[in-house]
């Protein structure tokens, strides 16, 4: 069981990353899946986008979005407003002619206007073929949209995962870990998690984490950084504003999450140091039951407590720290349970 805090954010850690047989099995098929296209002339190279192509996302893993650089040989497909169509039903066809994919079946779930979705028997997660065009621009592509008829959908889906990689390399590579916990406490909260889409939650931490640090650290800034920009518009790695569609009720509604868990950060880090039983509870209040209690015996809090007196944080938490704790009688400290 967890001694610090320390030992409390690596089985958090633990419990937001994605099962190693997953994370098999989605190589496997995307593995697959290059060499039939590849075979089929329908592929020059791939690469993965969204938050499991930038190592971002929590369990359960629900969908993979794989971006199909088609060969400059099928560049006729540019100028036919059939083509997006066209080039998607050919990955059907060579998906279904091979032997790998037996039982797949195709937009079962969503018919994606900008890719072609694959579900397999027994897996819980699907593919997204994206088809795309390279643009000239060694960081844009050219997307398809099938429902447009159209490939002027321009993507930065290689300067983003470039940032991305970057700054994980810069932070010791940790910050890709620091990310998910920032996404797994708006799930605590599942009206502003609605709001909140995945690429915000990366755009704050980019924003608020430029150097390596603790994670207890690295969440207290983020959720600063939350509350510091999202008043107002703001776009982030996006090219777009990422808060367009928020009513003002929303958005006071997201500032508001994001001031709370900035004020619990703030007053667990200070109860770290005197009261790491305290701190692991205020810790759990942002990240709920996936953040474990630190372990103390009845004897060491005991102790503790009749050395130090006792109180309760701001949010009822009991704790021997004289640096956050409210006002209470000295003449009798509380007693463990």
Wanted: proline share 6%.
């Amino acid at each position: 069981m967890p001694k610090n805090i320390t030992e409390c954010y690596a089985k958090l850690d633990e419990a937001l990353t994605l099962e190693p047989q997953v994370a098999a099995k989605a190589k496997k098929l995307r593995d697959d899946i290059d060499e039939v296209l590849k075979d089929h002339g329908w592929m020059e190279t791939s690469l993965l986008q969204g938050s499991y192509g930038r190592k971002t996302m929590y369990p359960p893993l629900k969908d993979v979005d794989l971006v199909i650089v088609l060969p400059e040989s099928l560049s006729h497909y540019r100028s036919d407003p059939k083509g997006p169509a066209k080039v998607i039903a050919g990955f059907r066809l060579a998906i279904e002619s091979s032997q790998k994919f037996s039982g797949v079946r195709f937009d079962l779930d969503d018919r994606p206007a900008h890719a072609l979705q694959l579900t397999f028997p027994g897996v819980p997660f699907t593919f997204d073929l994206v088809p795309a065009f390279e643009s000239g621009n060694p960081n844009w592509l050219y997307i398809a949209d099938r429902d447009e008829e159209r490939w002027d959908e321009k993507s930065d889906v290689r300067a983003l995962r470039n940032k991305v990689m970057a700054r994980n390399v810069l932070t010791g590579g940790v910050w890709v870990r620091q990310v998910r916990q920032s996404k797994h406490a708006l799930r605590q909260v599942p009206a502003v998690k609605a709001l909140v889409c995945g690429l915000l939650v990366e755009s704050l931490a980019y924003d608020a984490v430029t150097k390596a640090m603790s994670p207890q650290k690295a969440a207290e800034a983020i959720f600063a950084q939350g509350a510091k920009v999202l008043g107002r518009s703001y776009s982030g790695l996006a090219l777009d504003d990422l808060t367009a569609k928020w009513t003002p009720e929303q958005r006071a509604q997201v500032v508001a999450f994001y001031t709370d868990r900035h004020r619990l950060a703030i007053e667990a880090l200070k109860l770290e140091a005197d009261d790491p039983v305290a701190a692991s509870l205020t810790w759990a209040q942002v990240f709920g039951s996936a953040f474990p209690e630190v372990q103390e015996t009845l004897a060491e809090r005991v102790a503790r407590t009749n050395r130090l007196g006792g109180g309760t944080t701001s949010t009822g938490v009991l704790t021997t720290s004289p640096r956050v704790r409210a006002a209470s009688p000295p003449a009798r400290p509380w007693r463990a349970t």
